[in-house]
Structure formats: structure tokens, C-alpha cells
């Protein structure tokens, strides 16, 4: 009698280890959803493509330090300075899609809107990037924008166009100690930066922060 239940003992652990094995050998090296059926597959996971010729601009980390952004900054459709936004209304009929100006000043009493930089006596960068919707309206952008005109930029004593400016085969760039401008165009978007009584060293490093970010 307990002959025959050790060997029916030996025959339960050795079935149980066999199914533990087999058990083991599935979760290591076989897809679980393939082999029970009516299971549903894991779901797919998906990522956004990335969105080409960003409509931001100037940061802090671009302007010199002690500037602070103007409350002028941001979407030019939603602008409270009334130039900029009655510019993107011409804008906005003549092909354009969005903009966003930044506009940072050495201090609160500095800032104005991104269309008259230029024109004041405190220290001020801005950018203003606008997207368009083909490259004939991008074009026209090109030429005349919130406050920057490329014909009248090449015209200033000293200015450059072209490869010469460092930001592309289109673009004009301008520096005084009053004032300064870059603008260029890549793809559908114009990209333009102005200052104000800034350095020419400062005023560089801005424009070419953000030709590095946008193209």
C-alpha cells in the first residue's frame, strides 16, 4: 500500500513539473496575444509628426540679460498693440496663416510693439515669424512686413544680401547703432529680426539663435 502511493506521489510531481516547465517556456519565448485566440492585439501607438518652420521666436536666452518680454509678444492676431495687429490684418488678406511676434527691452518702460521697433530710444530686440500659405505669398512677405522692407534695407549704407548676411540666399540684412534689421525667407515662412540701440554683437547672436532653431 505505500509502495503504490509513493509511486503515485512520483508520478504527480513529476506531471507537475513538466507543466510548470512548459508554462516557463511560453512566457519567456512565445507571443501571448498570437496563441490565445480571440485575444486583442496590443494597440498601436502612434507619434505626431514633428511640425516644420515653427511659428516661435525670440527667447530670453536669446536677447541680452536683464531684458524682459514685452506684453506686445506673442500671437499677432490677438495683439493689444493696434499697428501689429492692424499689419496682420493686411497680412492675414494677402496669404498669410499665423504669426508671432517677440519683443524683449531693456526695460518695462522700452517696449512697444514689434512695428515700431526702430523708432524709440530704449534698448529692444523683436522678431517677427510668419507662416504663409504658398511661396508666391511668402514671397510678397518677403518684401514688406511689420515695419521691414527688404528693398529699403539693401539700400542702407553697409547692408548685405543673400549668402553675404550668413542667413540664406534670401534675406537682407542692416546695422546702425539706431537701428538694425535681418529678414529671410525659408520655405512658406519670413522670418524677421529687428533692434534697437542694441550692439551689433548682440543683436547677431539673437537673429542667429533663432535662424538655428527655424532654418
Known sequence: MSRNLLVVALVFLSACGGTTSGTAATAAGAPAASTVPGAAAPAATTQAPAVAGSTSGLTAADVPAGFTKCPQSGD??????????????????????????????????????????????GKVIGSIVVKFKDAATAMAGYGGMFGVN???????????????????????????????????????????????????????KAATALKSRIG
Do not use: M, R
Not at 91 to 107: I, K, L, M, R, Y
Not at 160 to 175: D, E, H, I
Open 76 to 121: 499677432v492676431s490677438k495683439s493689444s498693440d493696434k499697428d501689429t495687429l492692424g499689419e496682420w490684418g493686411y497680412q492675414s488678406a494677402h496669404g498669410a496663416t499665423s504669426g508671432d511676434a517677440e519683443v524683449f527691452a531693456d526695460s518695462a518702460a522700452g517696449c512697444e510693439g514689434i512695428v515700431a521697433v526702430g523708432n524709440g530710444s
Open 150 to 204: 527688404s528693398d529699403s534695407l539693401a539700400k542702407t549704407p553697409g547692408s548685405s544680401t543673400g549668402t553675404a548676411t550668413g542667413f540664406g540666399a534670401t534675406s537682407t540684412y542692416s546695422y546702425t547703432a539706431k537701428t538694425a534689421a535681418v529678414i529671410w525667407l525659408s520655405g512658406t515662412t519670413v522670418i524677421a529680426v529687428t533692434g534697437q540701440n542694441v550692439s551689433e554683437s548682440d543683436f547677431k
